[in-house]
């Protein structure tokens, strides 16, 4: 069974940072392509970043370009989410998602097979 477990979520004051991690089981991870996704309360859930199978290509949303680094660890089985500089407009509902193949990596959510369960993120003014 795949289970994607999300951490590292919290509360942090604007311009502060986290770092959130997702571990994986029940699948080759580094078969994966990963995605983090955020939704808002009273928003559709939206791409954040995307990290190739093997770690070699990252794509970012432009709001989070500059800010945020997805990193993966293939050894640990376990993707990250560096965030810095956060902003109110952060906060929201953090998901990791697994997509398996190599290339190319979509943004849109219904490309993804597995999904965690989600940590929030509250960023405060």
């Known amino acids: 069974q795949v289970q994607l477990v999300e951490s590292g979520g919290g509360l942090v004051q604007a311009g502060g940072s986290l770092r959130l991690s997702c571990a994986a089981s029940?699948?080759?991870?580094?078969?994966?392509?990963m995605g983090w996704f955020r939704q808002a309360p009273g928003k559709e859930r939206e791409f954040v970043a995307s990290i190739t199978w093997g770690g070699g290509s990252q794509d970012y949303q432009d709001t989070v370009k500059g800010r945020f680094t997805i990193s993966r660890d293939n050894a640990k089985n376990t993707v990250y989410l560096q965030m810095n500089s956060l902003t109110p407009e952060d906060t929201a509902v953090y998901y990791c998602?697994?997509?398996?193949?190599?290339?190319?990596?979509?943004?849109?959510?219904?490309?993804?097979?597995?999904w965690g369960q989600g940590t929030h993120v509250t960023v405060s003014s």
């Open positions: 029940g699948l080759i991870f580094s078969t994966y392509a």
């Open positions: 998602a697994a997509r398996r193949g190599r290339g190319y990596v979509p943004r849109t959510a219904d490309d993804y097979t597995y």
